[in-house]
DNA sequence: TTTTGAGTTGTTCGA
DNA sequence: GTCGAACAACTCAAA
């Protein structure tokens, strides 16, 4: 073993590839040396779709890149972690190994393993609180989001001068072996990688008059218009933390010169709140991960229709809006939140397959593919999860088309085989007259699928096939 | 312990 | 076309 001549410690990366404010590693400087490292986990890595491995492999590049910087670098190792600590520590001299506390079922036992043999400090930092902390007044969990909101406001918020600026140099010991950098594909078009590009979202959103934070209450709802923060993938990783987004949220509503500007800002914070929610329902009741988290819905009888299941995954179903949002999913591997919710009920309801089929394909397409909010949100969509939809809300397809993309844009731009349909007609293509379907040059059931399912008899089915596993006395 | 008010994102039906 | 009620009761959270 190879002492270095100042205390070490491993900042160990995973889901925090950013340098300001990062208690993790703000834990590691206290120590002294600082080794980034991270482990390429295979039990992750093979969960991971192409494109959120691609963003993530480019994400570390960045961080490399800033470290080098900074007189530092990152170090790449694979395999099962405690293994590969092990090995660090033994190699560096390193005393303690500093980490963001992540709380997934995997992620709580993996440190759990490493914690049983070395030296490990979890801080907080993927969350603004710790979801263990907010909790009812006898300790139990929230399972309705409105009170946990109101007890996540209670508690003490964070201010701009509680950020910690990114260190300006970092005392790294050398000789420490790293496999090369992995590969990310071609820099990703609409989510370049990166602290600094999460940065420049992040202020571009929240900035005065120009920014999209005022008009949120309102066009977060328009898939065809940027109303949304698009940071979702970068707060997945924590090219941003959820803190700085917080009080630029919490500085925006302060700003605010108009209740709708406010109403804007305090929706989106409302966001944040609930990515913490569904992180600490999932922390609390860890059987959600696979399945219903209630027990008169682990019954229902899904269809088990495969080759519909695959018809909805390519985005062919019929209905423009559901497969706008598919073929999104699969063009970009992210989807407009309101369209994620309507391809998401469309599954679950509609098509009566099991949601765990549609959350397993999202997780596994989605840039910012998290288990945690991806669980909660199919869970709240199929009314499975707590404090969910009531069974008789569901989201019409075309109505939502009309409302929410009343043009078509968003149709068109996703779905261009149905560029040409007229706007009384994009949302429901079928109802196409023939001569106009060949004035148009598209025949629909050639060209564009025909409706998989009639909306009113599917609604129907499901209505019945939910109140039937609730009739059933759970075991 | 009991009571009370409330519950992200909707749709349909009938007046 | 617009509006309000119904949809099914239930469970949660706090007083």
Redesign the pocket.
Known sequence: MQASPKPTAIWWVRRDLRLADNPALEAARAVGSVLPVFVLDPHLLSRAGRRRTSFLFAGLRHLDASLRQRGSRLIIREGEPAEVLAGICAESGAQTITAERDYTPYALQRDARVASRLPLHLTPGLTLHPPDQVV??DG?P???????S??WMALPLPGPGDLVPPPARLDTPSGIASLPLPEAEAQDAEFPAGEGEALRRLESFCAPGSGGVWRYASDRNLPAVEGTSLLSPYLRFGMVSARQAAIAALRAADAAVSPEARGGAHTWL??LI?REFFISILFAFPHARRRALRPDLQHVRWTDDRQTFEAWCRGETGFPMVDAAMRQLGAIGWVH??AR?LAASFLAKHLLLDWRWGERWFLQHLIDGDLAANNG?WQ?VAGTGT?A????????PI??GQ?YDPHGDYVRRWVPELRDVPAPFIHTPWRLPEAEQRRLGIRIGRDYPSPLVE??AA?QRAIEAYSLSRRRPSP
Request: charged share 25%; net charge positive.
């Open positions: 009812r007044r139990r929230f399972t309705v989001y409105t009170p946990f109101r007890a409302s966001q609930w939140n309101r919710m949100g709240w404090d939809a009531p069974y008789f809300r569901i989201f019409n109505l939502q409302r909306l009113g609604r």
